[in-house]
């Protein structure tokens, strides 16, 4: 393996403890909720949510889920709460809130673009159903950076398998587990 990509892991691990580096720009989210499955989005700092709560009152548990355990990576506009609701309707959610946050498998991140401050310059990732990209040299030779090994590790409970996935380089399996 090279050298540089061991450092790159290294700087990955320096990372992934600063998930304030990360600004998420736009996020969708498939939520396992105690019911149904919903879609989560968040756009132009902006959230939605396809279930009816969302629609009948502009906030859910699963927004606010989503606030709470993305908060270092979201703006201050995404951390806005809701509209004022009725009381007993605000603790029912808080409660399932609190719930859902201690069970990360429920949400799974379907597509993600965000900015990346890294030590030199500012990165663009995202995340499709065809996996991870980023704008920096070291992704287009590895198809993997310490930008995307970062947040593989931040958000690794909320990603879909393939997501999870290094890039195409061989990494020995000795080697990552002693930069854990």
């Known amino acids: 393996m090279h050298s540089d990509l061991i450092g790159k892991i290294e700087k990955a691990r320096r ?6 580096r990360i600004a998420l720009d736009e996020i969708t989210v498939r939520f396992h909720g105690g019911n149904n499955e919903h ?3 968040l756009v ?4 939605m949510c396809d279930c009816e709560v969302f629609h009948l009152r502009g906030v859910c548990a699963h927004i606010m889920t989503l606030q709470k355990v993305l908060a270092p990576m979201l703006s201050a506009e995404a951390l806005e709460p809701g509209p004022v609701i009725i009381h007993s309707e605000l603790i029912s959610m808080i409660e399932k809130s609190r719930r859902y946050m201690h069970e990360l498998d429920r949400i799974e991140i379907q597509t993600l ?6 030590n030199n310059n500012d990165h663009i990732l995202t995340l ?14 590895w198809n993997t950076c310490a930008h995307v090994m970062a947040l593989q590790r931040i958000l690794a409970p909320m990603l879909p398998a393939h997501a999870r996935e290094p890039g195409t380089v061989s990494v020995e399996e000795h080697l990552v587990s002693a930069l854990s």
């Open 44 to 47: 132009n700092n902006r959230w």
């Open 15 to 20: 990372y992934a403890e600063e998930p304030e």
């Open 113 to 118: 673009r965000a900015r990346f401050r890294g």
């Open 128 to 141: 499709t159903d065809m996996g991870w990209s980023c704008d920096c040299s070291t992704f287009r030779v």
């Open 39 to 41: 879609t989560v989005r």
